[in-house]
């Protein structure tokens, strides 16, 4: 036979006493390749997946953790945890549906129509949902985040929609500037694929401009309660450097979608925030 002219690849194999001639074609030989790297890919991911969900439930290091909001638990009168929650809506065309209801859980429920792009939010403000009433200094502080939640809706017209749900925070600078640090949950497949993150590139970043950067940090599944473990601090680390004079203003979650119908319901609890003496 021509080795030159031949489309088998031979493949000799010692077994034991016994030499086994296992003969391929050259297209299944690919095939089997390229479904072992699939496979490989698949372990890889899953993996990675499993680290990172287990690192966002490993307690944090660091001792005498004091909570730093109200009303983490909705367990206040409705009227009471609207005033420690915060709900609002901002941007969005005038024929959008939205609301934020509260009984025992927070209940986030956003219908869009099409038009104009904007975010609806609710959750813990130094003005309100702060204990202590005033914005946290940073530099010598670790803060912590434990959440529960649920999506039971997420809903796009095309996959290149952009919608979001995320935890984010809002620190203040020394100098009066707000910057905000947004931790992505479940993203549609456009919003992963922005020019301004690196996800594509396989990193986490989904979008980082001007006085934001957005992480990605899980894809959750719908109808499932999960619980988050947050260290906080070091997102707002890598995103801004913190310094001297950076205060935290707030913590909430967050729904933003941009021009396209959308539908999103999800439920929140025990949103907690904590607070450290770095060692
Ligand atoms: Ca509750």
Redesign the pocket.
């Known amino acids: 036979m021509n080795r030159a002219n031949s489309s088998e690849i031979r493949i000799r194999k010692k077994v034991s006493k016994y030499r086994v001639a296992i003969v391929i074609r050259e297209e299944n030989y690919f095939w089997f390749m390229q479904k072992g790297m699939q496979i490989v890919l698949s372990v890889l991911c899953v993996t990675l997946l499993f680290l990172n969900v287990v690192s966002q439930v490993t307690p944090i290091e660091g001792s005498d953790w004091i909570l730093i909001n109200i009303d983490g638990?909705?367990?206040s009168s409705a009227f009471e945890d609207r005033k420690f929650w915060n709900p609002h809506v901002y941007g969005f065309s005038p024929e959008m549906e939205w609301n934020i209801s509260f009984d025992?859980?927070v209940s986030i429920t956003l219908q869009t129509s099409g038009g104009e792009g904007g975010h609806v939010a609710t959750g813990m403000w130094w003005t309100s949902g702060f204990e202590e009433g005033i914005k946290i200094p940073l530099n010598n502080l670790g803060i912590q985040v434990e959440f529960d939640v649920k999506v039971s809706k997420f809903t796009y017209e095309t996959s290149g929609d952009w919608l979001r749900i995320a935890l984010a925070c809002a620190v203040q600078r020394a100098n009066g500037e707000v910057v905000y640090t947004e931790l992505d949950f479940l993203d549609s497949p456009g919003t992963l694929q922005h020019e301004k993150g690196n996800i594509l590139l396989g990193g986490d970043i989904i979008y980082q401009f001007g006085d934001v950067v957005e992480f990605r940090i899980d894809e959750i599944p719908l109808q499932e309660w999960r619980h988050f473990q947050i260290d906080l601090t070091s997102y707002i680390e890598r995103a801004w450097k913190i310094r001297d004079g950076d205060r935290l203003e707030s913590i909430y979650i967050v729904v933003e979608s941009e021009g396209v119908p959308v539908e999103v319901m999800l439920e929140v609890?025990?949103l907690w925030i904590m607070s450290s003496v770095k060692s």
């Open positions: 638990d909705v367990s025992e859980t609890d025990n």
